[in-house]
């Protein structure tokens, strides 16, 4: 699995052993480049990078950016809570430059791809990749009471604090939050 935390600037790759005990960190690569701000992406342009709860769904040999890993962006949450068009085409990828995506250099992508690669091969159907704005714990959201985001981090918090605990992934996501 895939964990970023969008204030630590980086990306952390865990595993566990075909499918049993809890995931380990294996890796942690900085993130080459970011954009936005804290806050989910909600539409097509706004250079956002998505936070929540996604898995990779596409594999780019011959991504632009060197190598990359596909987001399923738009998730459910996203076409719920966002406009009409709220983008797509979210990546992991190579390179140092970013309107939305998460770049690790091309050196990282290589080592992350062949990590998924392998992951599939050996029969992991599903590749979850979560995404935070910051470690979604009471402390963190009370320095930002006023943010029109703080219903939608709250519905983050079962999934980050789940994973934090026993190192394993929610049997389902966080709830989706009506109103932000």
């Known amino acids: 699995m895939v964990r970023v935390i969008k204030t630590n ?10 499918n049993r005990g809890p995931f380990e960190l294996l890796q942690t690569y900085p993130l080459a480049a970011t954009s936005g701000k804290l806050g989910p992406k ?9 936070e929540g709860f ?5 594999f780019n040999p011959k991504s632009d950016y ?12 996203d076409r719920a809570l966002g406009e009409p068009q709220p983008g797509g085409d979210i990546f992991i ?23 998924a690669v392998a992951a599939r091969a050996a029969g992991q159907a ?7 704005p910051f470690p979604i714990t009471e402390k963190e959201l009370s320095k930002r009471p006023n943010s029109p985001h703080v219903a939608f ?3 983050l918090m079962s999934g ?10 929610q049997a389902a996501p966080a709830r989706l939050v009506a109103s932000e």
């Open 9 to 18: 600037r980086e990306l952390e790759v865990w595993a566990r052993n075909q």
């Open 54 to 58: 996604y898995e990779i769904d596409r």
């Open 66 to 77: 060197h190598l990359s890993l596909g987001l399923n962006y738009p998730n459910a949450a």
């Open 42 to 50: 909600r539409r097509a342009g706004d250079r956002q990078v998505p």
């Open 160 to 169: 980050y604090a789940h994973f934090e605990k026993h190192h394993d992934v």
């Open 93 to 115: 990828h190579g390179g140092e430059v970013t309107i939305g995506c998460l770049p690790i250099t091309d050196a990282g992508i290589e080592e992350v791809y062949l990590l």
């Open 153 to 155: 981090w709250r519905g």
């Open 126 to 132: 599903a590749i979850p990749v979560h995404i935070f």
